[in-house]
């Protein structure tokens, strides 16, 4: 078997691999559809069918969701998985299964393209096909993994052009790259970065396509530019998520108290600045990287990581390796990585791995490097390395497959909104026996929060028209209401007098003995637990 056929086939395996763990269970695991994930659902299914998101937005290149404004690619993405899938909870989930696999394509060519190493590639692309983050964000609706397959394309395409000479793939490539700008706005901010330092590095060998292919780029993402300017949802949402809204801000300020305005507005500048500092560091940290990043248990020191804890062995190896080679791939790659991690630090988020997936996946590539480099330091034992990497391979991916089917769902299922899925489907089931029906937005098991987005659970379990729901519910900032359902805060000194209703509250806003003075008819319980979430009472 020649080399070439070799690789195709063992690329071929990887994919399928890579594949079948995001496919498995996907309907099963996450056990519940989280806030983002039922809001997308349902706006995609609106559009489908009548064009218009929720709110009754035609077309909105900015989703004002859960008045979170989301960017639009998933959703539209969506839409069409909805077309194929019809209403089921899985539809919003195949995309990222989709750019979750073909990532794993992306990085190998990204890989032969700027290191000129088919064993590299390979070896990168089955760490995309295994890295815990990988499969973690491939098995839920998340937008940035497409961009990555963008970017990962749109490079290695303009460096092929480069390399043949050829601008029809400089083009391409430009193409690519805006268009990923379009699908997370993290992308739209870092892309520009990203390509700032590749054209400074390769700025020796500008070919004539460069500058056609940079005009191809700003025709790409001049819509983007022209709608982020005119739509101040856009901008509303990078205000929303910039460090300036951690509360850690304030705190500090707080504690100077400052009574000038304008050098507390200084001060508050340089604070986040100190702040964004110590968040970026983080995203470093071998801890985060490789014990606890993904955070999926109340363990502090070992729960998940981004990658598995072997994988720091072949990070070390991989940068020796790069180091000791010489060409600019290997130093552009470094400056790719500190560059990736920028959006993540300047959020009000401690840490945000979501937003820092691409230099996570420009570090399987160093990754991919040290296995190489470590299978050829040691050539003659290479078999009983290769046998010991796969022991330890299989035995980190079960580790983390338990604590991701088991350990996560029981202990964080609040993160992902269970069990609002069965409030829903409860409330939709007993409709026609009551005047009023009241649900308390106020959830947690730990402390309470006013959850964003109930109306999502309740229009898509009710599997209510998209058109009767964009016209027939009323919103406030205080109450949803749709029919005779209301979602509102319970005050139960109030409620408690209510005639003819089913109250579904939260223990938070009852009384500790609410048990035995009303008629509690259903309790909602936290996944497989016992500790309550909810109560439905019988008024």
């Known amino acids: 078997m020649n080399i070439l056929k070799k690789t195709s086939v063992i690329l071929f395996l990887i994919l399928f691999l890579g594949f079948f763990i995001r496919i498995y269970k996907i309907d099963e695991f996450p056990v519940h559809l989280g806030h983002d994930e039922i809001s997308q659902l349902y706006d995609a299914i609106s559009i489908a069918k009548t064009g218009k998101d929720i709110y009754g937005a035609k077309l909105p290149f900015v989703f004002r969701s859960v008045n979170d404004f989301k960017p639009p690619f998933y959703t539209y993405a969506t839409a069409a998985s909805y077309l194929i899938f019809d209403w089921n909870e899985f539809t919003i989930r195949i995309p990222g299964v989709i750019f979750g696999t073909v990532v794993i394509v992306a990085v190998y060519f990204f890989a032969r393209s700027f290191l000129k190493d088919k064993r590299v590639a390979v070896a990168s692309a089955f760490l995309a096909a295994l890295s815990p ?42 193409i690519l790259i805006g268009l990923s700008c379009y699908v997370h706005f993290s992308q739209a901010v870092m892309v520009p970065l990203l390509l700032i330092a590749f054209l400074l590095m390769y700025r020796k060998k500008f070919l004539a396509g460069v500058a056609k292919g940079l005009l191809v780029f700003l025709i790409t993402v001049l819509p ?16 929303a998520v910039s460090v300036f809204q951690d509360p850690k801000v304030e705190e500090s300020l707080g504690r100077l108290k400052i009574a000038n305005v304008r050098r507390r507005e200084t001060v508050r500048f340089f604070v986040a600045g100190a702040l964004a500092s110590q ?100 050539k003659k034992y290479k078999r009983l390395v290769f046998l010991a990497l796969t022991v330890i391979f299989v035995y980190s991916f079960v580790y ?23 409030v829903s489907e409860y409330v939709w089931n007993s409709d026609g026996d009551y005047k009023t029906i009241v649900i308390d937005p106020k959830f947690g098991p730990e402390t309470p929060a006013y959850v964003t987005g109930p109306y999502y659970y309740l229009a898509f379990y009710g599997k209510q028209s998209t058109g009767d729901f964009q016209s027939s519910y009323q919103v406030n900032d205080k109450m949803f209401k749709i029919k005779n359902i209301e979602i509102r805060a319970v005050f139960w000194p109030k409620d408690k007098d209510l005639k003819n209703a089913l109250v579904i509250a939260s223990p938070w806003s009852l009384p500790v003995d609410i048990k035995d003075s009303a008629n509690v008819i259903k309790t909602f319980y936290y996944y497989k637990s016992t500790k309550p979430a909810f109560y439905a009472i019988k008024l």
């Open 133 to 174: 983050f990988e499969i973690f964000y491939s098995r839920k609706s998340f937008e940035s993994q497409a961009g990555v397959d963008l970017i990962l394309f749109g490079f290695a395409l303009v460096k092929k052009g480069f390399d043949k000479k050829a601008n029809k793939y400089i083009y391409l490539g430009f």
């Open 279 to 378: 968040k970026y560091l983080n995203h470093l940290m071998p801890s985060y990287l490789f014990l606890n990043g993904l955070d999926l248990t109340s363990r502090k020191y070992v729960d998940v990581g981004i990658f598995y804890p072997v994988q720091f062995l072949f990070l070390i190896l991989g940068l020796f390796y790069l180091v000791r080679e010489k060409g600019l791939e290997r130093s552009l790659i470094f400056v790719w990585i500190l560059l990736s991690i920028l959006p993540s630090a300047f959020t009000f988020e401690d840490t945000s791995p979501h937003r820092s997936i691409l230099a996570y996946t420009f570090m399987e590539v160093v990754m991919g490097a040290g296995i190489v480099a470590l299978l050829t330091s040691f």
């Open 400 to 422: 983390f497959w338990e604590v991701y089917t088991v350990d996560f769902p029981i202990e964080k299922s609040h993160f992902i909104m269970y069990p609002f899925k069965y």
């Open 224 to 239: 983007l530019v022209f709608l982020t300017v005119r739509n101040s949802e856009s901008l509303n949402r990078l205000r």
